[in-house]
Every structure is written in C-alpha cells, then in structure tokens.
C-alpha cells in the first residue's frame, strides 16, 4: 500500500472539491473525505487514491439516496409549503443557493460518463488516473472532456426551459 499520509496530504482538498460538487453541502464534504480516508485505514488498497474517489463517490451516492427518501417523508409530514419569505440578510445567499442549484441541476443533465469525467477532472486528477475510473481509453478523456464542458455549458444556458443536453 502506498504510503496514506502523503497520499492525504496530496489528495484530501482534491477529493473534498470532488465531494462537494456531489453533496453540495463543505462540511458533509469534508467528513465523506474523512470517512474515505478512515476505510483506506482498514481495507488498505493498492492504489489508494484511485480506490479514495471510488468509495467517496459510493458514500455520496447512497447520502444523496438516503437524502431523497427522508425529504419525500418530511414532505408528507409537512403536508404545506413555508410561506413565509426569507429575511432580507439572508437574500445573498439566496442568490448563491440559486446559483449552485442551476450548477447542480446542468451537472445533473449530463450523462454520468460526462458527469463523472468532469468531477474528476476537477478534482485534479490526470488524464490517466481519469482513464483508469472510468474505463475510457487515455486517448479518449481529452474528447469526452471537451465534450463534457461543452454540455455543461450548454445545460446552463438551457436552465429551466427543459431542453436535454445528455447525449452519447
């Protein structure tokens, strides 16, 4: 096993940004790193920083599950929208809710080949360790990525007039 500490020391920001654009929450971001870092601890991979973006991206994914079903109960709960309108200090940061949630749901629109190639790119990770994650061909990544921004672009701009982006 590579050595975790240095592997820590040069993984663990890129892995938190990879997180976070997956949870969409910098707290629950860093603790997901944190746990992934803690079951390197035990399982002790080969290649450890490949194994650290697999297994975060597994708990973001069964978060985000678990997230899902309990929104669908507090909902049934509530049974009525707040109708309450938010303070005026708090309409800054309205404003960047809103601005995250388009990123998330243009992000949400790409294919998961897309999505996933972007992330990792953006989590710092070269043309062939994205290649080893995702299975493409080294000569392949720099494709899908171009391709992959350019539908990401395009998701945004669509924004909310339902136009679908995700192809191949």
Not at 149 to 161: I, K, N, Q, W
Request: glycine share 4%.
């Amino acid at each position: 096993m590579e050595d975790l500490a240095e592997i820590y020391k040069n993984t663990y920001r890129a892995l938190v940004r990879f997180l976070y654009r997956k949870v969409w929450d910098p707290e629950r971001a860093e603790d997901l790193a944190q746990e992934a870092f803690a079951r390197a601890l035990v399982h002790k991979p080969e290649n450890a920083r490949g194994w650290l973006f697999v297994v975060a991206a597994n708990m973001a994914r069964d978060e985000a599950r678990k997230a899902a079903r309990e929104q669908r109960h507090l909902t049934l709960l509530k049974g009525e929208s707040e109708a309450n309108a938010p303070p005026s200090e708090a309409e800054a940061e309205l404003d960047r809710d809103t601005q995250r949630a388009a990123v998330r749901r243009a992000l949400e629109r790409l294919t998961p080949r897309d999505r996933e190639v972007l992330l990792l790119w953006d989590a710092g990770m070269n043309y062939d360790e994205i290649a080893a994650q995702t299975g493409l061909a080294k000569s392949a990544v720099g494709t899908t990525l171009a391709r992959a921004r350019r539908r990401l672009v395009e998701a945004h701009d669509a924004g909310s007039e339902g136009i679908d982006v995700a192809r191949g």
